[in-house]
């Protein structure tokens, strides 16, 4: 089980991560599905669907991510934090969950996704 052909939703408020997140995951070999800047937005994202997987940052214009996390769980589609600050920001729920850290490395990236696929 691999990365090649996975669709993502990429969850990120910050233009510059987003364009270089685009960049790795198309380099693992992964279809950017859907995009979100901001909580309503992810929403409507994980609501819609289309994707396989999905990275969400944690920080959302000053909103916690969380949310987006439930409804993905309820759906049983996995799912990595990013994360300037590791597992310490994360609810006691969620920190079993794979965490990339920033700034983000392509093989941290790829070992996040995979573990979140190996979740299923």
Do not use: T, W
Not at 32 to 60: C, K, Q, Y
Request: aromatic share 6%.
């Amino acid at each position: 089980m691999g990365l090649r052909g996975s669709r993502v939703l990429l969850v990120e408020d910050d233009c510059l991560v987003a364009l270089a997140l685009e960049d790795m995951l198309a380099d693992l070999g992964c279809i950017v599905a859907a995009r979100a800047r901001n909580l309503p937005e992810a929403l409507a994202r994980a609501r819609e669907g289309g994707f396989a997987i999905a990275i969400l940052d944690v920080s959302l214009q000053g909103k916690q991510v969380f949310p987006v996390a439930e409804l993905l769980s309820e759906q049983n589609i996995p799912f990595a934090f990013a994360s300037g600050f590791g597992r310490a920001d994360l609810p006691e729920v969620f920190r079993n969950r794979p965490v990339a850290s920033k700034p983000f490395q392509i093989h941290e990236l790829s070992a996040a996704l995979m573990a979140a696929l190996a979740r299923r």
